[in-house]
């Protein structure tokens, strides 16, 4: 393994060198496996999203987008890296909307009814974490969420 760095006169300095820890480059057709070469394209992102939504499966979207740059070595991202994108953007959509949709909910309720309370809890990264709703029976609501 070598370490090195670049100066601002682009002179390359090896910073840091093991030659017990050396291994054969990565072949140039399995280079697209390392995390390093791996990257979604805000391109890529659009028509993964795009097509997803409407119910087209990963694994086809990802074939589609394989089969456009002439396979998967040129794509830039592994069928996982697809997968773990989709699975991501759902989970945010999921959390924003459920969370936007109860606050809402419960502002329409208090606006009409007087005597109902509520209040949420959110983490620093504004997560709804609790919420709880008290009606006019002195019925309570209680759901704890994420914990």
Same mark, same amino acid.
């Given at each position: 393994?070598?370490?090195?760095?670049?100066?601002? /006169?682009?002179?390359?300095?090896?910073?840091?060198?093991?030659?017990?820890?050396?291994?054969?480059?990565?072949?140039?057709?399995?280079?697209?496996?390392?995390?390093?070469?791996?990257?979604?394209?805000?391109?890529?992102?659009?028509?993964?999203?795009?097509?997803?939504?409407?119910?087209?499966?990963?694994?086809?979207?990802?074939?589609?987008?394989?089969?456009?740059?002439?396979?998967?070595?040129?794509?830039?991202?592994?069928?996982? /890296?697809?997968?773990?994108?989709?699975?991501?953007?759902?989970?945010?959509?999921?959390?924003?909307?459920?969370?936007?949709?109860?606050?809402?909910?419960?502002?329409?309720?208090?606006?009409? /009814?007087?005597?109902?309370?509520?209040?949420?809890?959110?983490?620093?990264?504004?997560?709804?974490?609790?919420?709880?709703?008290?009606?006019?029976?002195?019925?309570?609501?209680?759901?704890?969420?994420?914990?």
């Amino acid at each position: 393994m070598v370490r090195f760095s670049i100066s601002e /006169d682009v002179i390359w300095m090896v910073n840091k060198s093991i030659e017990s820890h050396n291994h054969e480059l990565a072949r140039s057709n399995d280079q697209h496996f390392l995390k390093s070469s791996r990257n979604i394209s805000d391109e890529n992102a659009s028509v993964l999203k795009s097509m997803s939504e409407p119910g087209i499966r990963t694994v086809n979207v990802f074939t589609y987008l394989s089969d456009e740059v002439g396979g998967v070595g040129n794509l830039g991202f592994t069928k996982r /890296d697809a997968y773990n994108y989709i699975q991501k953007e759902r989970r945010a959509k999921i959390e924003n909307g459920d969370t936007n949709s109860l606050i809402r909910l419960f502002k329409e309720r208090a606006a009409d /009814d007087n005597l109902f309370a509520w209040d949420v809890q959110t983490d620093e990264d504004d997560r709804l974490l609790n919420f709880f709703g008290l009606m006019d029976l002195g019925e309570l609501i209680m759901t704890a969420l994420g914990m």
